[in-house]
């Protein structure tokens, strides 16, 4: 996507949900009503337009696209951006991800399911120009606006089609390896098939840094995630399981360093070669 498309991107939905309200409290319903169904109707179509985007600015990387047993955000790609500050992904949390990660000049990073790449990106300014940062992900789309964006920043950080389950590197080949909300797109036997690969490529003396849902810190929270209990894919994270998968996974040293909003957590894993430590 070109600036053009950024600026529209902002400035279309923004019109067209306040178009839409217009007409709706015209015709009877209240203000807050009017937003919300604005909303329901004008999200759909700002789906379809930004994927009808993404092919005419041929984003999408050729090649075999990975097979994963998790879910992808490739439909997501062209609005990603957009919401995750809304959600409280921000940038305010990225550096506190990298924060636990203690990154260092000449280190070689991975993300494993990078998005768009942005974590990816303030990695590749940690480690310098002596290190390297490469984020893989399973969505075309989103590895075709990662590099876009790398592009346009002038980013050293470099973005692969891959997924977490077979990762196409050499053994003990990364200082770090990233895991920034997306282990919860991963079904159980992902979850541990996608975390002995990241142990593979992991030197000894690496370090896995995850940031994802975890038990609720407080109560209040159960009241929206309870459905995701049905989920195969979220509710090991919501019992407090990622520790047992790390464990394992063939992870020795795991612990819990803070929590984001009450209901993420961020771990610290080690390969069990290196240190021999509980959670």
Not at 145 to 158: D, H, K, L, M, P
Request: proline letters at 8%; aromatic letters at 8%; hydrophobic letters at 50%.
């Amino acid at each position: 996507m070109n600036r053009r498309i950024d600026n529209w991107m902002w400035i279309c939905p923004a019109l067209a949900i306040a178009m839409a309200a217009a007409i709706l409290w015209l015709w009877g319903l209240t203000w807050a009503s009017a937003i919300v169904v604005a909303i329901l109707l004008i999200c759909p179509a700002l789906l379809i337009w930004g994927a009808l985007q993404l092919r005419r600015s041929n984003a999408f990387p050729p090649g075999p696209v990975p097979h994963t047993a998790g879910m992808t955000m490739g439909w997501a790609a062209p609005i990603y951006d957009w919401y995750c500050p809304k959600l409280g992904l921000g940038k305010a949390f990225r550096i506190e991800t990298l924060r636990h990660a203690a990154l260092r000049p000449g280190e070689r990073v991975l993300e494993v399911g990078c998005g768009t790449g942005v974590l990816t990106r303030l990695a590749a300014e940690a480690v310098g120009p002596s290190g390297e940062a490469v984020g893989i992900d399973a969505a075309p789309a989103m590895i075709g606006v990662a590099r876009e964006n790398a592009a346009r920043a002038g980013s050293r950080a470099s973005f692969q089609l891959a997924a977490i389950e077979t990762l196409p590197f050499p053994d003990a080949s990364f200082d770090v390896v990233l895991a920034s909300v997306m282990l919860h797109h991963l079904p159980p036997q992902a979850k541990e098939a996608g975390l002995k690969s990241v142990r593979r490529v992991l030197k000894p003396s690496g370090r896995l840094v995850i940031a994802d849902l975890d038990r609720p810190a407080n109560p209040l929270w159960w009241l929206l995630v309870w459905p995701l209990l049905a989920m195969p894919m979220t509710a090991g994270n919501l019992r407090g399981e990622i520790p047992a998968f790390l464990h394992r996974s063939g992870f020795g040293s795991v612990r819990r360093h803070g929590r984001w909003m009450q209901l993420l957590s961020f771990w610290v894993a080690r390969p069990a070669s290196t240190q021999g430590e509980g959670s």
